[in-house]
């Protein structure tokens, strides 16, 4: 992988993904400047970024991805080579019972953002400093739901069936569309289930984490037997650099860890890890007897499944870490920052931003303080 300076916008940076992929580039691309545009939603926490100070390589920006002027502003001002954009609302749960902020900003903030990027584009066209990529991050929920076999390849028909999913296929139409139509070197990654540090609570495994550890019931939605492909999300951040990197514009890459698991058998495990790590309840019976099985999600896809064939031939991208590792890691993680799951439990997270907004002024919004 090179290191040739590179100017990012990240969105989304302060989510579960888009921190971890922030603190991989810190790590390994220190001529790499990210600007990290987090609109700091419920899912935004400045904790997930704690110790990556601001300066050269790296800026934060409170703003939204459907403020057209704030966009057009930080594009002049920095003028970025290259876009990641995880910035969505992504708990399906959620857009079950209130899809409008999903419409909003997965579909109207991507196209926000195709169109700045658009207007930057035309305007630096030419120019040295050309060598935009405009990398959409989405999700294998926009192929729908799988029988007892099969994979999804980058041409199986898309089929969303939640409203979070079909949000994030209309996006990703909309950044197929502005290539095809105006030449923006757009490419898209279809991504299955990430886990590991700084995921939300809300999700399967932190959420069982956080529960089987205080011994409260796991509520295993139906019978339990949905099967996720689930991957480590270091090494999803991986295959994000390596599109960036080595990508063709147009073209969309499947990322998936090779790792179906029924939720049922992650539960378990989850159970049977802490048991091993911190003993078992109070009462002396293991964790699995917290399990609950109740209602079903509404419309809950049954399987996923992903045929990572395509990149790991054009990119040699392949995951490096094995569920059980990735597991330990996970769990060791979370049980390593208990605090930083508290204060999500507790809403103290939300205060951080008030705290650091104070220090940093107006330089944090680029000068715009009504954000
Ligand atoms: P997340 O919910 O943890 O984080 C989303 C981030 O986006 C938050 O920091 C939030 O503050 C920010 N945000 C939300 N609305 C915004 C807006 N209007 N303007 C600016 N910022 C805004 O999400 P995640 O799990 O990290 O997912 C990141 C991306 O990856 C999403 O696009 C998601 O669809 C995709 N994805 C996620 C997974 C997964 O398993 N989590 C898998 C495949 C793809
Ligand atoms: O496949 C990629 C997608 O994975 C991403 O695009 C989404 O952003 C991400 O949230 C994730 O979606 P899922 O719906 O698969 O993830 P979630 O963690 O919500 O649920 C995983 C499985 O566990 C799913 O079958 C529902 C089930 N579940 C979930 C929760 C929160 C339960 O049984 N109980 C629960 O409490």
New binding site residues.
Partial sequence: MSDTRRTLLVTGGCGFIGANFIRLLQRRFPSWRVVNLDKLTYAGNLQNLAGIAEGERYRLVRGDICDAELLDSLFASEGFDTVVHFA?E????RSIVGPGEFIRTNIHGTFTLLEAARRHHLATKGSEKARPCFLHV????VYGSLGATGLFSEETAYDPRSP??AS?AASDHLASSYFHTYGLPVRITN????YGPYQFP????P??FNNALQGKPL????D?R?V??WLYVEDHCEAVVEVVEGGRDGETYNVGGNNERQ?LE??TLICDLLDRKVGPLPSGQPRRSLITH?AD?LG??RR?AIDAGKIRRELGWEPKVGFAEGMERTVDWYLGNRRWVEDIVNGAYRFYYDEMYGKLGAAATGGRGDL
């Avoid at 992504?90 to 749960?93: K, L, M, R, Y």
């Avoid at 509520?219 to 139906?222: A, T």
């Fill in positions: 969505a992504s708990h399906v749960d989405s999700t294998d929920e979070y999913s994030k991504c299955s289930n990430n809300e999700k399967l495994i959420l069982m509520p295993v939605y139906g339990g949905n996720r492909d939720n992650v539960v109740v999600r809950h896809d996923y």
